[in-house]
Every structure is written in C-alpha cells, then in structure tokens.
C-alpha cells in the first residue's frame, strides 16, 4: 500500500513537473501564436446615404442587414499582422491610411503589417468618387474610426490560437462577363465605345439572347479559400475565406446591404454551430479576382426571375455548405511561419490628350442637365476629371505567409487570369488574392485585355491605370511570395 501510495506521489509531482515544462516551454516559442477576431459595425449611423456601383448616384433610406468592419489580428514573438475585409464598395486609400495610422496608435502594429479590404458590394454606402456617386463626408470618418476600434477590440481579444487553411472548388456560381463580338456574320465589325470609337472585341455583361456576341471568354478561379483559426481548445475563434465572384446584387435601391458577403458570413456560423461562442466568432468572406467574373449565365435566352435577396440567399448558403464540409478535414498549427512584406510601386496613369479633354469639354457644355444620362456624357465627365490627376500613381501591395498559405494583396479590381498566374507561380502550396486592398485603383486589365476593349478598360476613374501597370503588380506581388516563403 504504502509502496503504490509512494509510486503514486512521484508520479504526480513528475508528472506536474514535466506538464509545467511543456507548459513553459510553448509559452517561451517564439513562433506561438495569439489570434483574436471582432466585428465592428460600419452600418450608417443615418440616413438618407449616397450608394455607388452604379453611373448613376442613388440614396439608400435604410439597412436591409448590418454592414461590418471583420477583423481578424494574428501575432508570435516577432510579427504582428491585423486584416480587416469591410462591407463597403470600395474605400480610398487616403481613407485606409488614416485607419490603418489611427489602429496602428492604439495596437502597437505597424500600419504596413495592417490588410484593410473593401468587398466591393454595389450596395453599400458611397466611401470613393466614382462615376456620379460622391462619397459623404461624415461617413468616411465614421468608417475610419470603426475600423481602428475593430482592429484594436480584435488585437486586445488575442489569446494563444492554431491556425488551419484550404479550399474547396465551387464553379457553379461563376461566369465570365467579358465576351467576344460576334465576327462570323460581319468580321469586320467592332462595338463602339463611350468615345465614339468603333475598337472593342469585347461587350461586357451583353444581356441574354444577344445575336452580337459569340462566346464568353470563358475564364473563372472556382476556388473557394479559407483560413480557420480556432483557441487551443478547438473553440472556433474566425475564418477568412476568398472566392472570385464580383458581387450577386438584386438589392432594392433604396436599402443598403452586404449583398452575399455578409449573407455568408451568417450561414458559415450557423453551419459550423459558432454563433453562441464567446468572443463571438468572426466570419469574413474576401473579394478574390474577380474584375471580370460575376453571377450571371448569359448563355441562357432570359432572365431567371427571382425576388430581390434570392440569389443572395442561395449563392451564401452554397459556399457555407462548402465551407461546413471541408472544414471538419483541417489540419491545425500551432506554430506556422508568420511573415509579411509590404512593397509600394509606382504605375502610369491613363490621361486624356488636350484633343480628348476638349471634345468631352464642349460635350459637357452642351449638355446641362444633371444627372448626366448616357455613356457618351458620364464618360466626358470622367475624362475631364481625370485630366486632373497626375501622371502616376503608388499602390501598395501586400504577401503573407501564414504556415504553407500565401495571401496576397491588389488595389484594383483583379482579373481572374491575374489571380491564377500568380497562384500558379506561387512557391506555396496555396495561395489567394485579396482584392481592392490598401486603396481603390479601378479595374487592372492585362495588357491584352486592353486591346479587346470592353467596359473594364473604358478610361475613367473606374479604370485609369496603364496598360503595363497589371504586369508591374504580377512581378512585384510574384517577388513579395518569393521573399515570404523563405
């Protein structure tokens, strides 16, 4: 008795001994890591509230559903990184700065280890000058101050975490919206532009049975991305996933909404059974490449009619489905690689020539009413703006390495052949692309998307860029991936 009662008293005060040392021991790790996630809400203190997307300005009178600032801050020993993905068309650079300044005060991370995303939903309020839509003023620095308070309350939630990451492929959603006129009837023939110019291969979103076009170039990334943090317990703490779909809308004009964004981070909580955690668990659900891709078949004769919030409902429920199947298969890491490295690159600029800026000058005074109505007039104004700006511009661009995932970043709404060359390059074993990040800089065309034409590589503040400024961001962003993955 006497002799098990001796084994049993060495045993445990071993046995404590070697679980304090473990204990210890990961508390010493340079590489463990401490995650925390909140949601802040940037749904517009009030109303009415200019909403763009469109050529047209339009006001939204109220929510449909709440707009969220989801931020997610990781850290170890050495790094700090904070990411934040906003219900919000798409938010200026200046605007990101002041954010990323403001949260870098009141956390300690640098603001160029911060990643600030807009999801591009064409139904949120008016944050950048685009088209007819100007942005409010009081609401840019509500934005700024949510965001900061976001990135802070998710930094001050951090606690020892694991961290997990993969995919999952969903084509069904995803169209090609860029197609080719139609050229075995008449060869010859080329769609005109805004400019008056008979030069584009391309008709953008050309509507159903349309007897001008041919074929859809055909180019989608059906890859669904997720990274899944959870605290040591398996307690599911947030999940950032990516997936290359433009925006659903069908939105009713006078409400703003997150559009699938938001719907699907609603879902994935309640497929993955993590609405009643504590902290709340944080979904967010990143714009991928999707510049050219949205949800539309416009191989079928008509229109599916649905009710507005349908095919948002749907197209949400899907990818958490998706998301809930995978999601019991992930492998966890305690201790994966942090790394982040921020480069900024200067691009060109598209300006008018002095012939261009007088045509649309002389269009403009000849036409006083306002809104202005038609493609020629928007585009006249556009140009004149643009006659304004310099002649080039810096972005910033972002590659992170979490474990063997790559995230990278583009200011610009991103072709889907951008964001698979760089995924196909990448030394990674996986790696995505988050979209209109750090700034807003239109849409980012290859060079040979350029020569087709279309409404992406329409010249307005929509899409200013140089033709060479795509290839530019592909090898700065191929370099940064190179240099975090060593």
């Known amino acids: 008795m006497f002799q098990r009662l001796q084994f049993a008293i060495v045993w445990m005060i071993s046995g404590g001994c070697m679980l304090q040392g473990l204990q210890g021991m990961a508390a010493d790790d340079p590489g463990l890591i401490r995650a925390g996630a909140h949601a802040q809400e940037i749904t517009p203190p009030r109303f009415p509230i200019s909403v763009n997307g469109g050529m047209a300005d339009h006001f939204a009178t109220a929510a449909h559903d ?20 906003c219900d919000s068309c798409m938010i200026p650079r200046e605007a990101m700065d002041r954010a990323k300044s403001l949260a870098s005060t009141k956390t300690g991370i640098p603001t160029s280890r911060i990643l600030i995303s807009a999801t591009h939903a064409h139904s949120c309020p008016t944050s950048a000058a685009v088209f007819q839509s100007d942005p409010d003023r009081e609401y840019v620095e509500f934005l700024i101050e949510q965001i900061a308070m976001g990135v802070e309350r998710a930094h001050n939630q951090a606690e020892p975490a694991r961290i997990g990451w993969g995919s999952v492929e969903q084509p069904s959603l995803l169209f090609n919206r860029r197609w080719f006129v139609q050229s075995d009837t008449n060869p010859i023939e080329m769609m005109e532009n805004p400019f008056g110019m008979k030069s584009d291969r391309i008709i953008t979103n050309p509507g159903f049975n349309n007897p001008k076009v041919a074929s859809s170039i055909n180019q989608i990334d059906p890859e669904l991305s997720f990274l899944s943090i959870q605290a040591r317990d398996g307690r599911p703490i947030a999940l950032l996933a990516n997936y290359s779909l433009h925006y659903i809308g ?30 709340p668990f944080v979904a967010a659900l990143s714009n991928g490449t999707s510049g050219d891709v949205n949800n539309v078949d416009f191989r079928l004769k008509n229109a599916p009619q649905r009710q507005p919030f349908e095919q948002i409902a749907y197209a949400a429920e899907l990818l958490a489905q998706d998301i809930a199947k995978a999601y019991p298969q992930i492998e966890y890491q305690a201790t994966p690689p942090l790394k982040i490295r921020e480069e900024e690159i200067v691009v060109g600029i598209r300006k008018p020539n002095a012939a261009e800026l007088a045509a649309a000058e002389e269009k403009l005074a000849a036409n006083t009413v306002r809104p202005l109505q038609g493609l020629p007039l928007i585009y006249a104004r556009e140009t004149t703006l643009l006659a304004a700006y310099p002649d080039s511009v810096s972005i910033k661009l972002q590659a992170i390495r979490i474990g063997s995932l790559g995230i990278v970043t583009c200011p610009c709404e991103t072709f889907t052949e951008t964001g698979l060359a760089i995924k196909k390059s990448s030394p990674l074993k996986q790696t995505f692309t988050i979209s209109l990040a750090n700034g807003y800089n239109g ?23 140089a033709p060479d400024a795509e290839p530019k961001i592909q090898t700065t962003i191929k370099r940064l991936l190179n240099e975090v993955s060593r």
Do not use: M
């Not at 709440?66 to 934040?84: D, G, M, W």
């Not at 994935?268 to 609405?275: D, E, F, H, I, S």
């Not at 849409?443 to 200013?464: C, D, K």
């Open 443 to 465: 849409y980012l065309p290859p060079p040979e998307q350029h020569l087709l034409g279309g409404y992406e590589t329409w010249r307005a503040r929509s899409s200013y860029l």
């Open 250 to 279: 069908g939105v009713p004009g006078d409400l703003v909404s997150a559009d699938y964004f938001g719907e699907f981070c609603q879902r994935v909580t309640r497929q993955l059974k993590a609405g009643d955690v504590t902290p």
């Open 66 to 85: 709440p707009l969220y600032a989801r931020c997610i801050a990781i850290r170890n020993a050495k790094t700090s990184i904070a990411i934040v993905v």
